[in-house]
């Protein structure tokens, strides 16, 4: 745990991630709990090139370089998996609401067993599909790899609140994904013209293919 601790430390101070205190010590035991209940749900990845508290933990932190969460904030995780990227960030801003959703049950519980032993008290898990979540609106929704950015359009252009932002951590050449989203608008109800990249290769090396793709409506 003491290298772990270390890592991540250094990793926030290097980075400037706002992480303090006993955050710290909460990103160490989420990893070690990520860790155990991916040996019985398959979570994340079980053959990875870096340590889980880099690959994932760390990884999530980096969208607060793209997003300044607020205090009562509602933010929606999509397809969240074992909570990522929402449980790492809810951990750094405790003021700001997040709802885990996923369509796969054992995730979900994973999710709550995880947040409930972490003391988590702004953080919700919900076992549903996106296109059941009704009567809610969100300031911002965050997806990690779950769809192509057309197909995420159609579902948060409905969840989103008036000037919302979706944020998703994906990899490789997203020029046509990107292309594609912007020009499906007239379907979406208004997809925004323009889409920023965040390549996380600027931030950090270790993430060299890795982009934040943020989409303000």
Known sequence: MQNELKLIKDLCRDHVIP???EMFEK?????RLLEEWNTKVNLISRKEDAPVIVR?????????KAHDFRT???VLDLGTGGGLPGIPLAILFPGTSFLLVDSTGKKIAACKAMA???GLKNVMSLHTRVEELKGLTFDTVL???VAPLEELGGYVSKLLKRDGVLICLKGGDLDKEVGDAVTSREKHQGFPASVDLLPIGDISPLFTE????????
Do not use: P
């Not at 994932?56 to 607060?64: A, G, N, Q």
């Not at 890795?210 to 409506?217: D, G, P």
């Open 143 to 145: 997806s990690r790899q």
């Open 72 to 74: 009562g904030e509602k």
């Open 27 to 31: 990103l160490v035991c989420y990893t």
């Open 116 to 118: 409930k032993e972490l």
């Open 19 to 21: 992480a303090a205190g």
């Open 210 to 217: 890795k982009q934040i793709v943020i989409a303000r409506w």
């Open 56 to 64: 994932h933990v760390f990884h999530s932190l980096l969208v607060c």
